[in-house]
C-alpha cells in the first residue's frame, strides 16, 4: 500500500481509516501487506515506537536529488509501516496545507514521495502495488512509463484506489519539469487536463485495475453529474472499475468496548446510551432534558458535506425541541457560522471546533440522532459508525450513504434510519421532522436502533473482495467466499 494517510499516524479523513483497517484486515486472511507512507510531524513527535533503519534514499526532482530516511512501525501482527523522512516537505504543522490554503509546493512534495516509495519497492518487491488518490497516483504512472528504471518491479500488478474525486492534484503546467517525465505523456490521453497537469488521471489511465469506495460512488463517478470532468476517462474504465465497499474497524468503534467512552453498551442494555447522552452534555454544556434529541456531525467542514443545507435550515431546526452538537474543521466560513450559532444558541447548541477523536467517539456514543445530509459521498465511515452506537443516521441517499442505511419503515419494522433523496434543505427538514416523530415513539425508536446496531460492515469481506481482485490480477484464482 502507497498512501498519503494512514491511521493511526497521520489522519485527516476516512483514507488513514482505510490504509490503517484494511491492511490489517489483509494480513489476517493471511496476506504479507506493507505500507509505504509520509513520516509527517505527527509521526515524528507522534508516541508511536519508530524505528530508523538504514535505508537513504536519493532520488530526482526536477534537475536535483532530493534526499530521504526511512523510518519503521508496525501495526496489525507484523505489517511494516515504511515512512519516508524528508523534513523539508513533511515536517509540517499540517497533512496538505493550512486554512491559508494547500502548500504551494504539493506538487512536488508527492511526486517526490510517488518516486520515493518506488525506491523502496525496487529494494523489496511485491506483487502488487496498491494506491490510493491522487497524491500517490504518479507511482503507477512512473512504473507503466518508466519500466527501465524500475525492472525489479517488472511483474507487480496495480491497483488505483478512489477514495474521493474530488481532489485530483491538479497543477499548473510550469509544475511539469518536477515530474521528469517524457513531455510526451503530457497529453489529454494522459496526464494533461484542460492545460494543467492531472496526478490523478494518470493513475485512472494506467492503473491495471481501479477501486473506488462504494459500489454506488462506482457507478456515480462515470457520470457528468459526478465524473468532476473525469467521467469520460473512468467511462472507458469501467470494464476495470469495481466499487468494494469500506469497513468498519470494530476493535476501534464499539460500544461494548470503545476506550473513550465510560459507559458501555450494546443492543440488549440501551438504557446505558442515557449516561453517555448526559456525558455528552456535560462535555459541551447543554442541559438535560431527556425528552429532547441530541442531533450531533462530526465532519470536515466544506461544502461536500452538506453544510449549506444545515446553514440554511439551522433557524427552523432552532424552532424545534432539539440539542445540536458538532464536531469539526475545515472551510471558515463554516467555522465561523456555527461558532456563531453556539454563542447565539448557548445551551441549545454545542461546537467544537477540533479534531478530536476520543471527542467523535464519545458523540457517536451520546447523541441519538446522527446528521450527514451530503452533497456526495463517497463512502463515508461516520454512517456506518453510528449504526453500530444506536445513534440513527440521516443521509442523503447518494453515494456510501445509500449503499449503508436503509430507509425506516415504522409499520413494516424494518430500515436502520431516515433517508432523502434531493439535495434540497426542505427535503433535509422534512426527514429531520420525520425522525423526530419516530424519536417520541419510544418502543419504536428502540426497535430501530436495536436493527441499526445489528449491521455489520466489519472488513472481512472487503478484505476478501480485495484479496480477489489481486488474485485475478496475478491469474492465480478467485477465493471462494461473500
Ligand atoms: P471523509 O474521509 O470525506 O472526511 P469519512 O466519513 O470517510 O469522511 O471519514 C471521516 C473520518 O474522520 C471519520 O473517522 C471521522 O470520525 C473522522 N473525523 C472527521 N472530522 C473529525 C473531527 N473534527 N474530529 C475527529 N474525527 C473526525
Redesign the pocket.
Known sequence: MIASEISPFAKT???A?VIGTLSVALERLGHEVSVIAPAYRSVLQGKFPLHETSTKLSLPVSDRLENAAVLQSTIGQGIVVHLIRADPYFDRESLYGTTAGDYPDNAERFVFFSRAALELLRRQPVDIVHCHDWQTALAIVYLKSQAARYVETAAAKTVFTIH?LGFQGIFGPHDWRLLNLDSALFTPQLLEFYGNINFLKGALVLADKITTVSPSYAQEIITPAQGFGLDGVLGQRAADLVGILNGVDYSQWNPWTDPFIKCHYGEHSLPVKDDCKRNLRRIFGLPDKSDTPVLAM???LTSQKGFDLIENIFESLMQRDVQIVL???GEPSYEQTFRAAATRYAGRVGVRI????P??HQIEAGADIFLMPSLYEP????QM?SLKYGTIPIVRAVGGLKDTVQQCDIEAETGTGFVFEPYEAQALLRTIDRSLQVFHDKKAWAALQRRAMAMDFSWERSAKRYANLYRQLLNRGEIRGP
Open positions: 479523513g476516512g483514507l481509516d474521493n462530526i465532519s470536515r464536531l469539526g474543521k477540533d479534531f478530536d477523536e471527542l467523535a463512502c463515508g465511515l461516520n459508525f
